[in-house]
């Protein structure tokens, strides 16, 4: 399914297992002799800075096979490191969408690394379903989030020594830290909410009153409001943005969560859509649905989704756009 993958499964920040894969038919030029090698498993230990030490209980031509092999795949100038989230299907929908869109041109297939650590992902996947007691006022100032920030530095750090060129983070509640997260990173990171800002400009949309400026509806749960990065770059981009009322997160969206917890798709399908409505009729021209929950609730031709942006589209067109310029760059 995947056409180029460096896939990482993190169980702790000093030990990696790796698998690495190339699909032949679509990068056919082969720049060096140890890509055209059939897909292979190893073991990358680390210490807690993201290097990598030798190791000492293997043979020393088995390190430097190993060594030979993650260096030539992770040299390319548009390599993109991509830090999984609070699910790891959403990393994978994320990824499947990097493929499936990069694939029509050769020139934009990327080799990429991906961690997911499946600690991390539960930790914010409850987060962010149980915002409705974790984020309230008092219960956020209390909750200690630095273990979280410290396991996303460290992934960060691996992504920066694996050869990564450029960061992306298909995770909405991991952009809460992002700052703290990727401050003196070496590399760029690409962030999903000024990702979403660059496809509204680059839109054809118009405002639905003249002279008014773009009215944008954020749709998501609580934490990820509470956190305010949307709203933030939203705002310097000069969008109006336009949040859910109390009444519609207390009786629909906060509400649409309990209900997938509880798998019942078709409240929270039924809940979803009234509060679409609700940011609608606010006379929005369109509304980012910010929440991988969300965006996978409804059909794909429900009409309502044609008024809503995903931002992992629009993040995923970004770092193939980033990957395509870094090529150009580097030749």
Same mark, same amino acid.
């Given at each position: 399914m995947f056409n180029t993958s460096l896939q990482m499964s993190l169980n702790c920040p000093s030990h990696l297992s790796v698998s690495v894969t190339r699909q032949r038919n679509v990068c056919k030029r082969v720049l060096n002799p140890v890509l055209a090698m059939p897909p292979s498993s190893v073991i990358l230990h680390t210490d807690e800075s993201g290097e990598f030490p030798e190791s000492r209980n293997s043979s020393s031509s088995s390190n430097a096979s190993l060594s030979s092999c993650a260096g030539s795949l992770l040299c390319h100038p548009n390599t993109v490191g991509i830090m999984g989230g609070g699910s790891v299907d959403s990393t994978l929908s994320f990824v499947r969408k990097l493929v499936h869109w990069s694939k029509e041109n050769e020139e934009t297939c990327m080799p990429f690394v991906l961690c997911s650590d499946p600690v991390l992902n539960r930790e914010l996947l409850s987060l962010e379903r149980n915002s409705s007691s974790l984020c309230s006022r008092n219960a956020r100032s209390q909750f200690d989030h630095s273990p979280i920030v410290e396991s996303l530095l460290s992934k960060r750090v691996f992504l920066e020594k694996s050869g990564a060129q450029c960061i992306v983070v298909p995770c909405h509640?991991?952009?809460?830290?992002? #700052?703290?997260?990727? %401050?003196? =990173?070496?590399? /760029?990171?690409?962030?999903? @909410?000024?990702?979403?800002?660059?496809?509204?400009?680059?839109?054809?949309?118009?405002?639905?009153?003249?002279?008014?400026?773009?009215?944008?509806?954020?749709?998501?749960?609580?934490?990820?409001?509470?956190?305010?990065?949307?709203?933030?770059?939203?705002?310097?981009?000069?969008?109006?943005?336009?949040?859910?009322?109390?009444?519609?997160?207390?009786?629909?969206?906060?509400?649409?969560?309990?209900?997938?917890?509880?798998?019942?798709?078709?409240?929270?399908?039924?809940?979803?859509?009234?509060?679409?409505?609700?940011?609608?009729?606010?006379?929005?021209?369109?509304?980012?649905?910010?929440?991988?929950?969300?965006?996978?609730?409804?059909?794909?031709? #429900?009409?309502?989704? %044609?008024? =809503?942006?995903? /931002?992992?589209?629009?993040? @995923?067109?970004?770092?193939?756009?980033?990957?395509?310029?870094?090529?150009?760059?580097?030749?």
């Amino acid at each position: 399914m995947f056409n180029t993958s460096l896939q990482m499964s993190l169980n702790c920040p000093s030990h990696l297992s790796v698998s690495v894969t190339r699909q032949r038919n679509v990068c056919k030029r082969v720049l060096n002799p140890v890509l055209a090698m059939p897909p292979s498993s190893v073991i990358l230990h680390t210490d807690e800075s993201g290097e990598f030490p030798e190791s000492r209980n293997s043979s020393s031509s088995s390190n430097a096979s190993l060594s030979s092999c993650a260096g030539s795949l992770l040299c390319h100038p548009n390599t993109v490191g991509i830090m999984g989230g609070g699910s790891v299907d959403s990393t994978l929908s994320f990824v499947r969408k990097l493929v499936h869109w990069s694939k029509e041109n050769e020139e934009t297939c990327m080799p990429f690394v991906l961690c997911s650590d499946p600690v991390l992902n539960r930790e914010l996947l409850s987060l962010e379903r149980n915002s409705s007691s974790l984020c309230s006022r008092n219960a956020r100032s209390q909750f200690d989030h630095s273990p979280i920030v410290e396991s996303l530095l460290s992934k960060r750090v691996f992504l920066e020594k694996s050869g990564a060129q450029c960061i992306v983070v298909p995770c909405h509640i991991s952009h809460s830290w992002h #700052d703290e997260v990727f %401050k003196g =990173c070496s590399i /760029p990171s690409l962030h999903m @909410a000024e990702c979403v800002s660059r496809e509204l400009k680059e839109s054809k949309l118009k405002p639905l009153e003249a002279g008014s400026p773009l009215r944008i509806g954020v749709l998501a749960t609580d934490a990820t409001l509470k956190a305010g990065f949307y709203q933030e770059k939203l705002q310097n981009e000069g969008f109006e943005v336009v949040l859910p009322d109390k009444a519609t997160m207390e009786h629909t969206v906060i509400p649409a969560i309990d209900a997938i917890n509880r798998k019942d798709m078709e409240g929270a399908q039924n809940l979803l859509r009234i509060a679409l409505q609700v940011l609608l009729v606010r006379a929005v021209n369109t509304v980012i649905l910010a929440s991988n929950d969300m965006c996978d609730l409804l059909p794909r031709d #429900d009409p309502l989704l %044609k008024k =809503c942006i995903d /931002p992992m589209d629009a993040l @995923a067109m970004s770092t193939i756009k980033w990957a395509q310029q870094a090529v150009k760059e580097g030749t």
